[in-house]
């Protein structure tokens, strides 16, 4: 086939070399329509067979495409190139063979010949298009007189018909129409009768309607006419006519047909070029095709190596790294290439094995720092030298109480105002010491001590980040100082109460010794006094006694019993002492069975209740409010809530963590033990208390303002660890004075 192809590709450039000598004259035979017509076969015959071989090299081009063996595409290409090499020269050929026939054929199309006939339609146009200006000027100029005759016309027919004619006849008209669009003819002059003039058509009213004149050119007459809009009458149009010179009209009319004939004189040409043309386009793709030819047997040869050396870069790229490729010194450049390629491969697979190796160190690292961040219960967040936030483990998020989507790549001091100012001071500072301070988070009502602790990262580069650490010392703040208080109320209680009996007894006996021999009129002022140092040391001892309360909480005793019994009887208990007040409660249907010390979960919250009554009483009474108090409990698993919201004065924002702590109060008379012991008392049943700001209600019932004060508690204590501090003497009554 290749041997076939060779021979073919010989005898189609012998037979397209000698037709080339003939077209061009220079051989016996004369280059006429017979001879062009049996060359055109001839070149035919050769580009058919050549066309079937290059089919048959495409096909198997295309298969190896489909099969996606490499360098398919690279031999396609190499193939175009050729074909366009070879088609160049091809289509410069058939160009000069063009020009040269056209310059051969008869004088009569020559250069001089078009431009006379050209120039004698040129001039014929610029005489009708100087006319038709002079038309369009007298147009104009006698529509702005007739709108200035309006009222002449409204009123005076005949002497408007008088100045019409006058117009017309001035600026030497051939005739003059005032019409309608529809073709009605209002009033006329026509200065020569014989002639016949030609209405406009309906189109130049609509191209007229703009105020903008329209020229009509000379059809089967010689008139050449114009239509414009009145402006100073209701849809009335001018039209005027002038007629030309017969001759010239009849001259430019020659002068159009005369181009015609030329034209088509010039077409007949394409008849006479058409043999040759194709004898010429036989030619280039004979050239071409032979081109094509020889460019599949040199791609060949080229692409047999390249498509070995791509087919082991695939391997590659899958991550065959122990591929090699053939060479064939025969080759040249490109077995060096392959060479060059196996010398690669070899330094890949030593480099991915050290990257291997590096990577699963870094993964195993990276999981060991995820599992330390994630397991820490302080907060940590990782900042860049900008301040903007890279990293934050779950326990930040829980204390920040945000997501971590609203604090990656933010600027910390903009989502954490806490922390503003300490991580600016880190970021002004050159050096690398750590920095430590204390602030308060405030979330949602919630008021938490932070230890915030920066660092800088260990690097060598003038760019690092730094790491937050954020630990929240909010319970132990609070236990040491209830821890400090209760043994400052120990050490109270016990200096105070030591000379309370004697101070009694003493007063009582000086009423049995004294009270006989003083008269009766000091006798009254005598007994007040006892009586009244009798009462304050009575008001003393029960002091004293919620000191000690506070200090040694009896151990509580815990049972199984429903929490709905004992959130009914403190409601109800202080429903009755303030009447006043509408204390409900929104309770679950079924029974709450609770392992908890009821004595001390209703005293409690009776504590609680208490306090909100106080915060109602509190409200002005021109408020215009029913004061209102909601005692809701919920279930959330293993959880148990108590919720207390009232419409009171509510709680201040600023320290109002620190009602909790002993000696807090903002009450005149208050000892700031109640929500103390409150707390105490949650904590031990494994919850606690939250101070909250009370939910958005109707205005009616004081929905503006308010407190909600939340307890928390485990549905089964047995699992909690036990206390093994001192137990204590259970205290006769526990303090409510609240806040």
């Known amino acids: 086939m290749r041997r076939i192809g060779l021979v073919l590709v010989i005898v189609s450039l012998i037979s397209i070399t000698l037709t080339f000598f003939v077209l061009m004259g220079v051989t016996p035979i004369a280059p006429d329509g017979p001879v062009a017509q049996v060359a055109m076969v001839i070149n035919g015959v050769l580009v058919a067979i050549l066309l079937l071989l290059i089919g048959l090299e495409f096909a198997a081009l295309l298969q190896a ?130 002639v016949e003039v030609i209405l406009p058509p309906v189109e130049a009213f609509g191209q007229a309607a703009a105020g903008e004149p329209v020229l009509i050119a000379p059809g089967v007459s010689n008139l050449v006419g114009g239509v414009m809009k009145l402006s100073a009458y209701d849809d009335m149009y001018l039209y005027v006519t002038r007629a030309m010179d017969k001759r010239v009209v009849d001259y430019m009319r020659l002068a159009e047909d005369g181009a015609s004939q030329y034209g088509r004189m010039e077409q007949s040409r394409f008849g006479v070029q058409v043999a040759f043309a194709l004898v010429y386009t036989g030619v280039t793709l004979v050239l071409l095709l032979s081109s094509i030819w020889i460019g599949f047997g040199f791609a060949n040869q080229l692409v047999s190596p390249i498509r070995r050396l791509i087919g082991a870069a695939d391997q590659v790229s899958k991550g065959n790294l122990y591929v090699q490729v053939e060479t064939d ?4 450049d490109l077995a060096n290439l392959g060479t060059t390629f196996n010398n690669m491969t070899a330094q890949l697979r030593g480099q991915r094995d050290a990257l291997l190796a590096a990577n699963d160190q870094i993964d195993r690292r990276r999981r ?12 940590v967040i990782g900042i860049d030298d900008t301040g903007r936030i890279t990293l934050v483990n779950r326990s930040a998020l829980s204390l920040l109480d945000v997501s971590e989507s609203a604090l ?20 002004a500072r050159a050096d690398d010491r750590m920095a430590e301070t204390q602030v308060s988070l405030h979330r949602h009502g919630r008021e938490r001590s932070v230890n915030v602790r920066v660092t800088s990262e260990q690097s060598t580069r003038s760019e690092h980040g730094f790491v937050i650490t954020l630990d929240d010392i909010t319970d132990l703040v609070t236990a040491q100082r209830t821890s400090a208080w209760a043994d400052v109320a120990r050490r109270i209680a016990h200096e105070i109460k030591n000379p309370l009996t004697p101070i009694q007894l003493s007063a009582e006996r000086i009423r049995r010794r004294y009270g006989k021999t003083i008269v009766d009129d000091d006798r009254t002022v005598f007994d ?122 509510g709680l201040p924002v600023e320290n109002r963590q620190r009602l909790l702590e002993p000696y807090m109060t903002t009450r005149e008379k208050g000892t700031g033990l109640g929500l103390a012991i409150v707390k105490k008392i949650m904590e031990e049943h494994g919850g606690g208390i939250e101070l909250l700001d009370a939910p958005v209600r109707d205005e009616s019932v004081g929905g503006g303002r308010g407190a909600m004060v939340r307890l928390t508690m485990v549905r089964n204590t047995a699992d909690l660890p036990s206390d093994t501090g001192e137990a204590s003497v259970t205290p006769e009554t526990v303090a409510t004075d609240g806040v």
């Open 65 to 194: 495409r489909r099969r996606g063996r490499a360098a398919a595409r690279l031999h396609g290409r190499i193939v175009t190139l050729f074909s366009v090499v070879a088609a160049v020269p091809a289509v410069l050929v058939a160009i000069l063979a063009t020009i040269t026939l056209d310059r051969g054929l008869d004088r009569w199309f020559e250069d001089r010949t078009r431009l006379i006939i050209d120039n004698a339609l040129t001039v014929a146009q610029a005489y009708l298009q100087e006319h038709a200006r002079v038309l369009r000027g007298d147009l104009i100029a006698m529509a702005n007189d007739i709108d200035r005759a309006k009222a002449v016309y409204d009123f005076e027919p005949t002497r408007f018909d008088s100045f019409f004619q006058t117009q017309t006849t001035l600026r030497a008209l051939g005739g003059a129409y005032l019409m309608k669009p529809d073709g009605t003819v209002i009033t006329r002059v026509v200065v020569n009768p014989d």
């Open 329 to 332: 010194k025969s080759a040249g």
């Open 368 to 379: 060991f720092t995820e599992a330390v961040l994630s397991g820490v219960t302080a907060g």
């Open 408 to 427: 990656l790549d933010e600027p910390v001091g903009r989502v954490v105002p806490e922390l503003a100012s300490v991580v600016e001071d880190v970021l």
């Open 528 to 649: 007040q006094c006892i009586d009244t140092i009798i009462r304050q040391v009575g008001d003393i001892g029960r002091m004293v006694d919620e000191f000690s309360s506070f200090a040694r909480m009896p151990k509580p005793t815990m049972s199984t019993s429903d929490l709905r019994t004992t959130v009914r009887e403190a409601a109800f208990l202080q429903s009755v002492a303030n009447p006043d007040i509408s204390i409900r409660t929104d309770l679950p249907e079924t029974a709450v069975k609770v392992r908890f010390d009821q004595r001390l979960v209703g005293q409690a919250l009776t504590n609680v209740i208490k306090n909100a009554t106080e915060s109602v009483l509190a409200v002005p009474a021109d408020s215009g409010s029913k004061g209102r108090i909601d005692v809701t409990v919920h279930q959330d698993g293993e959880r148990i809530a108590i919720e207390v919201v009232d419409n009171g004065i």
